[in-house]
Every structure is written in structure tokens, then in C-alpha cells.
């Protein structure tokens, strides 16, 4: 796998928007994941070069008795299925990205779509870190490498520091963490990148 070293990528070059470029060398599938309402959708939506596939409906009376909405009583969809887009990198690198459901009642599904996956992208919201300690014990118990990206939602805190973000999560001091702003593309591209660096460094002797 090559280097990730730009972190800014026009989403649509090197293809015509549907069509892998030419330059394609490695197709790597990704996991876009976290817990629900933290901004999996949003992301996935902002940086594909195809037209993303979202499997997305309405929350429903029936549903709000078993989704925790706390933190997110705006949000009016869920996704109940995957969210799946496609970008390319620079050196010939191509995600797939696959987004999960965020809830407990969708965990069925969560092997299916985690087989074959590289690497998972952990979208976590400040304002409820204790929602994403299940997600992240999904991801552990694959074996995923994953990279932690916060989603700076306008209301979230401030004030906590990398070191108590790092120490709330519990995470290894060798997990990549960033921030990022779902809706901007190259935020999240960043994002990605990171966690494309993070394999990069961490693939097995035999393949560097």
C-alpha cells in the first residue's frame, strides 16, 4: 500500500465520478463506524466521488423507545442497513467505504459487513463519549486497527484535552486520534488519511 501524504483530495480526480481511475492500484474497504446520530452518514455523503448509497429512514414513535436519542433529538433518520461511498487517494489508493448502523439492534449485521475490512474509521461526539465504548468493543474484538476521529459537532466541549479524550476512550497510546467536521470533505478526508497512514504503518512485515 503506498504512502497517504496529501491531506487535501479532490474527491472526483483521477475518474469521471462513477469509473475507477487508471491509477488504481489498491482497493482497501474501510469502516466507517461509531454510535448513532455522531455523523457516519453526513461523512461518508461528504466525501464520495460516486453518489453515495444510503439506506436511511424515518425514526418512528416505535423506534424511540429502543434508539437512545439523548444528545441527538434533531436527528429524523437512521440508517438500517449500511451508507456506502467510494474516494480516491493520492498513490493509487481506493477506499470503500462502509458505514454501520449505529444501534445495538442492527449488531447482527455487523460481521457481515465488517468481513474483508482493512481498518475502521470510529466517528465519536464529545457530548456522549459513553456511547461509543460498544462500538469500539465491536472494532476491538475483530482486530480491526482503527483510528478515533471526533466530530466536532457547534455544542460540543471544549475544554478536555487530547490526554482526557484519550484516557475517557481508553484508548492504546498507539490509536491514532484526530478531529474532523463530518460536512466538510477535507476534514474528513484528513480523517481518513489518518487512519490510511495508521495501516500503512502497522501492515505486515511482508507486505511493507
Known sequence: MASATSSTVDAASGGDG???????RDLV???????????????????SEIRPLHTEEQLTEASAQVDDLAGVRDKSTTTVAIDFGRISLPGGIVLYLFGTPGQER???????????ALGALVLVDARRIDASFDVLGLVEETGLPYTVAFN???DAPRHHTPEQLRA??????????????????????????ALVQHLIDHRPAEYR
Open 168 to 193: 475517557a476512550l481508553d484508548l492504546e497510546p498507539t490509536t491514532p486520534m484526530v478531529t474532523c467536521d463530518a460536512r466538510e470533505a477535507n476534514s474528513s478526508i484528513d480523517a481518513l488519511l
Open 152 to 154: 466536532t459537532f457547534p
Open 18 to 24: 462513477i469509473h475507477l481511475p487508471d491509477t488504481a
Open 106 to 116: 442492527f449488531r447482527s449485521l455487523w460481521d457481515d459487513i465488517a468481513h474483508g
Open 29 to 47: 474497504k474501510i469502516l466507517v463506524t461509531g454510535p448513532f446520530g455522531v455523523g457516519k452518514t453526513t461523512l461518508i455523503g461528504s466525501v
